[in-house]
């Protein structure tokens, strides 16, 4: 198999011959793919890196996201236990407040994303315009509203309420994306809606929270639409370019010289925002730093590639290996701050804010697949549907809660959420792969016997 910049060719003892492609033919690619063909809508989900086999690709993933099952939940347990036992460990320090680690933590988180998306995935959306429109409406409507029900079920402190309908407004989880590979359903799906939800959620977030919360808690559309795309939308657009400086063939990018004036250029440029905009506040500030992080990430991004890949031969799928962990960590520390604050709330309410959780979560999964059925989807593009409405970006929700809403307390329902959404998910993919769908030949991409 040869992996070009356009095409995936098969080659055999005859002529080549050029592969389904994943993006139309994405049905196809769970049936009849030879065993040596890598397809950018699984490889991409790893944030980049070269061609994997298919079933090098699948036991990789799957124990990945069995680890990841089992590890971060019972990371975030010990975060959790931790800020309680010691809230003092996650205060301040040198009169620096962690709570300020909190935005540029969850842009690191949204780096990674970024680099697990590349051109095609926008041309998706015009080529799969139903299934997207029907998801995503789906994801802004099934969420937001369970999420107001079951914030008026209990008896919640106001502003823990406003925090499991900031969970039930944000955009869908990445996740997902891993989610939705291993129960066999439509990856490149799963990866459009993520992109279309998260780049509608700076207007359509704070629309919803003032719609739905702003009776609980004061909600400024303006402010949280600025937060919101210098948190989420920034990150992205610029881990998008460094899925290009890792995957793209312009030919600069195999070359270790351009690469590292690359990487020295980006590295300046962060270096002149950083030390020429001291008077900056407010959004203004929080945009620089967050185009300092970004610069930073691309130059290590460029000089990992330069040294690592090109010069000793390396893999390049480090970037793989490293942003999970990363990520991981990152989470945990933003889990321990906001717990640290809220520790007198979380005692208080803890069961039923873990059991508001595990709702919010099994009706997306269930409303989110039988709406996708009435919308008269496929089985498989309804499975997809579902995973990607009831699993949340739980990392946006708390920069949102301590960034802009200022409470911690509201951050207090995507601290369980989001290890919960891991767990179901990993389990009812699980159950799906174990269940293939029965769908007719034609759906399939295939020929009637």
Request: glycine fraction near 10%; proline fraction near 5%; charge should be positive.
């Amino acid at each position: 198999m040869r992996k070009t910049a356009r095409t995936v060719v098969w080659e055999g003892a005859g002529a080549q011959s050029p592969a389904p492609d994943p993006i139309t033919d994405n049905s196809r690619m769970h049936q009849d793919e030879p065993k040596n063909w890598s397809h950018d809508g699984k490889s991409r989900l790893l944030c980049g890196g070269g061609p994997w086999k298919d079933s090098e690709l699948h036991s990789f993933m799957t124990n990945e996201t069995s680890r990841s099952a089992l590890v971060f939940p019972a990371c975030v347990a010990g975060a959790v236990a931790l800020a309680l036992a010691r809230p003092a460990w996650f205060g301040s320090y040198g009169g620096f407040d962690l709570k300020g680690l909190i935005v540029p933590c969850i842009q690191v988180v949204m780096f990674g994303m970024g680099a697990t998306l590349s051109i095609a995935d926008f041309v998706r959306v015009a080529r799969m315009p139903w299934p997207v429109i029907v998801g995503v409406v789906l994801q802004f409507t099934i969420m937001p509203l369970v999420a107001w029900l079951l914030a008026n079920s209990w008896p919640f402190d106001r502003e823990v309420a406003a925090g499991i309908i900031l969970v039930g407004s944000v955009s869908g989880g990445v996740a997902s994306n891993v989610a939705t590979y291993l129960a066999g359903g439509n990856v490149p799906l799963s990866v459009t809606m993520t992109l279309c939800s998260t780049l509608a959620s700076p207007i359509v977030t704070p629309w919803l929270m003032k719609w739905l919360a702003g009776k609980l808690v004061p909600i400024d559309v303006v402010a949280m639409m600025f937060s919101i795309a210098n948190m989420i939308v920034l990150p992205v657009v610029i881990g998008l370019v460094a899925n290009g400086v890792l995957l793209g063939e312009y030919g600069w990018n195999r070359r270790k010289g351009p690469l590292a004036a690359f990487g020295l250029a980006a590295c300046s440029l962060a270096a002149v925002l950083a030390l020429g905009g001291g008077g900056t506040t407010g959004i203004a500030a929080e945009i620089r730093l967050g185009l300092i992080l970004g610069l930073a990430f691309l130059s290590v991004v460029a000089f990992t590639k330069a040294w690592w890949t090109l010069a000793l031969g390396h893999s390049s799928d480090w970037l793989n290996r490293f942003l999970p962990v990363l990520s991981m960590a990152v989470i945990c520390l933003i889990i321990g701050i906001i717990t640290s604050r809220a520790r007198e709330q979380l005692l208080a309410a803890g069961l039923s804010l873990f059991a508001a959780a595990v709702l919010h979560n099994l009706a997306g999964y269930a409303l989110g697949f039988w709406s996708a059925k009435a919308a008269r989807l496929s089985e498989r593009d309804c499975r997809t549907v579902a995973i990607e409405v009831g699993m949340q970006n739980a990392g946006m929700a708390t920069g949102i809660a301590m960034n802009v809403l200022q409470s911690a307390a509201s951050g207090l329902a995507s601290v369980i959420f989001g290890p919960w959404m891991n767990i179901s998910g990993a389990l009812l993919a699980g159950w799906w792969k174990r269940r293939p769908p029965k769908e007719p030949a034609e759906e399939l991409g295939m020929p009637r016997s």
